[in-house]
């Protein structure tokens, strides 16, 4: 079966531009989060769903982030206003459900470089 | 503060030999740890895991030991393979508080032929 897909796979946006970023979670899971991974760094975790519900925004840099996903399946991770170091890859992750030991499913991430 | 630390960036090893990756934590209350391996243009994909009430895990040429006092954990791949050269990121989550794993920033393993 498929598995998550991310889109754009590379954005580049001028500084003060909003850009807006799609994931496509395997069908059927549950959990849906996004992770910012910067240049030498590991992944950091921005926020996560459950369904419709978004039960944990605490890793969002700024009210400049905003992620949203209505209908439970595709989520879209908004950045108002970019700026420089907001350059990164971003990472979309699904999981059936949301627990300890549930793997979570990655995609292949979005590339963001903001001029 | 780094609670997840991959001290290695990099790592080289011929084809055949161990491979060992290395990961210390902080946070005592982190209890299940895993691994990922990350090629490049690709998202990270689930390796091995390992809980803290075991010590070791293996999964074919996959080990992960889990060394709990020392907050220590280390991935041993053999026998090493060029298709194992990847980027390998350390991860670490805890039941008493966020499932969320926290990620190390990640060795570079190239294995020769």
Same mark, same amino acid.
């Given at each position: 079966g498929a598995g998550v897909s991310q889109s754009p796979r590379y954005k580049v946006a001028k500084r003060g531009q909003d850009v807006a970023l799609r994931c496509d979670p395997i069908s059927g899971h549950v959990s849906l989060f996004w992770y910012q991974q910067a240049l030498g760094q590991g992944p950091e975790f921005l926020t996560y769903f459950q369904n419709e519900a978004q039960l944990d925004k605490s890793g969002l840099p700024s009210d400049r982030f905003f992620a949203e996903r209505p209908e439970g399946s595709v989520s879209?991770?908004?950045?108002?206003?970019?700026?420089?170091?907001?350059?990164?890859?971003?990472?979309?992750?699904?999981s059936l459900v949301f627990g300890l030991r549930e793997t979570q499913y990655f995609g292949p991430g979005t590339r963001l470089l903001v001029l | 503060d =780094? =609670?997840?630390? =991959?001290?290695?960036?990099? %790592?080289?090893?011929q084809e055949g030999r161990i491979s060992i %990756?290395?990961?210390?934590?902080?946070?005592?209350?982190?209890?299940?740890?895993?691994?990922?391996?990350?090629?490049p243009a690709e998202g990270p994909?689930? %390796?091995?895991?390992?809980?803290?009430?075991?010590?070791?895990?293996?999964?074919g040429r996959f080990t992960v030991f889990l060394n709990k006092s020392a907050k220590h954990l280390s991935l041993h791949i053999v026998p090493s393979q060029p298709g194992d050269s990847a980027v390998y990121f350390? !991860? !670490?989550?805890?039941?008493?508080?966020?499932?969320?794993?926290?990620?190390?920033?990640?060795?570079?393993?190239?294995v020769h032929p």
């Amino acid at each position: 079966g498929a598995g998550v897909s991310q889109s754009p796979r590379y954005k580049v946006a001028k500084r003060g531009q909003d850009v807006a970023l799609r994931c496509d979670p395997i069908s059927g899971h549950v959990s849906l989060f996004w992770y910012q991974q910067a240049l030498g760094q590991g992944p950091e975790f921005l926020t996560y769903f459950q369904n419709e519900a978004q039960l944990d925004k605490s890793g969002l840099p700024s009210d400049r982030f905003f992620a949203e996903r209505p209908e439970g399946s595709v989520s879209t991770l908004k950045i108002q206003r970019t700026q420089q170091e907001d350059s990164a890859v971003y990472l979309c992750a699904s999981s059936l459900v949301f627990g300890l030991r549930e793997t979570q499913y990655f995609g292949p991430g979005t590339r963001l470089l903001v001029l | 503060d =780094q =609670q997840v630390k =991959q001290n290695s960036p990099s %790592l080289s090893v011929q084809e055949g030999r161990i491979s060992i %990756l290395n990961c210390d934590y902080t946070n005592s209350m982190f209890d299940y740890f895993l691994w990922y391996k990350k090629y490049p243009a690709e998202g990270p994909t689930f %390796l091995i895991s390992i809980s803290s009430i075991k010590d070791k895990n293996e999964d074919g040429r996959f080990t992960v030991f889990l060394n709990k006092s020392a907050k220590h954990l280390s991935l041993h791949i053999v026998p090493s393979q060029p298709g194992d050269s990847a980027v390998y990121f350390c !991860a !670490a989550s805890g039941s008493g508080g966020s499932y969320i794993p926290t990620f190390g920033r990640g060795t570079s393993l190239i294995v020769h032929p």
